[in-house]
Antibody, heavy 127, light 112 residues
Framework: QLQLQESGPGLVKPSETLSLTCTVS??????????WGWIRQPPGKGLGWIGSVYYTGSAHYNPSLKSRVTISVDTSKSQFSLKLSSVTAADTALYYC???????????????????WGQGTLVTVSS | QSVLTQPPSVSAAPGQKVTISCSGSSSNIGNNYVSWYQQLPGTAPKLLIYDNNKRPSVIPDRFSGSKSGTSATLGITGLQTGDEADYYC?????????????FGGGTKLTVL
């Protein structure tokens, strides 16, 4: 049974770097069929995709966040991680990790859907 | 403002049917698969529909999905009070060189 669990600080100061880890259990993170993604939800608002990483380390990001985001994977620990730099209050949100089904078309690969989600972790940006 | 447009809210009585629309463009819905997610209050989103109209095995057939052109629709029949939730559509958007995954703004379903 696949489980994803987010972990990391719940409070980050403005201008600092937000760091979260998602631990995957029950399935191999190095599956060729899936991406591993981060999605966030500001309080009372909708969902926003941050980015996704393949087990090889290849990642793609939301263009609006790309300059501040790094998503990496550690297959030996069955974990993938999110780093978001120079945070502001606008980055306060529930952060979810999720598994995305990999699909490739015309030389481009991406997730077609997210079939399993972690419970989410609230990160507040405040001094 | 979301790339995909959903109505902010819909409502219907128990036992009735409701549909939720998701409108996009040729760079997203028009040329990519659509998925739908249910988010019950205080919980993580759950996949309801994938690849436009397929249901995970654990999702009852009261839930259905369809796509036509640049729009997609989620249908729910036999409404139950337990269906009260926020519903999101999502798809890949290939308008930028690197692409981008996009969600609709969400629709709050009230079962009266």
């Amino acid at each position: 049974q696949l489980q994803l669990q987010e972990s990391g600080p719940g409070l980050v100061k403005p201008s600092e770097t937000l760091s979260l880890t998602c631990t995957v259990s029950g399935v191999a993170i190095s599956s060729s069929s899936y991406y591993w993604g981060w999605i966030r939800q500001p309080p009372g608002k909708g969902l926003g995709w941050i980015g996704s990483v393949y087990y090889t380390g290849s990642a793609h990001y939301n263009p609006s966040l790309k300059s501040r985001v790094t998503i990496s994977v550690d297959t030996s620990k069955s974990q993938f991680s999110l780093k978001l730099s120079s945070v502001t209050a606008a980055d306060t949100a529930l952060y979810y990790c999720a598994r995305g089904r990999k699909y490739c078309s015309d030389g481009t690969c991406y997730s077609t859907y997210f079939d399993s989600w972690g419970q989410g972790t609230l990160v507040t940006v405040s001094s | 403002q979301s790339v995909l447009t959903q109505p902010p809210s819909v409502s219907a009585a128990p036992g009735q049917k409701v549909t939720i629309s998701c409108s996009g463009s040729s760079s997203n819905i028009g040329n990519n698969y659509v998925s739908w997610y249910q988010q019950l209050p205080g919980t993580a989103p759950k996949l309801l529909i994938y690849d436009n109209n397929k249901r995970p095995s654990v999702i009852p057939d009261r839930f259905s999905g369809s796509k036509s052109g640049t729009s997609a629709t989620l249908g729910i029949t036999g409404l139950q009070t337990g269906d009260e939730a926020d519903y999101y559509c999502g798809t890949w958007d290939s308008s930028l060189s690197a692409g981008n995954w996009v969600f609709g703004g969400g629709t709050k379903l009230t079962v009266l």
